[in-house]
């Protein structure tokens, strides 16, 4: 007998509170798909956007949010500022 999630596909749709995620303390893992993507997003290269805004944490390229009190860097008033281009972290916020 087949599983539900194998008879539906995965459905998922941005909510309006998902930027709750951006102000929290935490970290983002951006693995290279995603430094690239981010990167095309704000026509930079990967290079620049590492060195601009990623740090390496244990061999992973990451980015904290919410430490002292600070969200994001890409939140802004209307929501993710690289949304087209933000990590999978991200896009799959609550999973």
Not at 28 to 37: A, L, Q, T, Y
Request: hydrophobic share 30%; with cysteine.
């Amino acid at each position: 007998m087949a599983k539900w999630w194998e008879k539906e596909p995965l459905r998922f749709e941005c909510q309006a509170d998902c930027y709750k995620c951006c102000v929290k303390p935490g970290i983002v893992h951006f693995d290279r798909e995603d430094i690239r993507n981010a990167a095309d997003f704000l026509q930079t290269s990967p290079a620049e956007f590492k060195k601009t805004y990623l740090i390496r944490d244990e061999g992973e390229w990451v980015r904290e949010v919410g430490e002292e009190g600070e969200p994001c860097t890409f939140l802004t008033v209307q929501g993710c500022g690289i949304h087209e281009g933000k990590p999978k972290q991200c896009s799959s916020y609550p999973f």
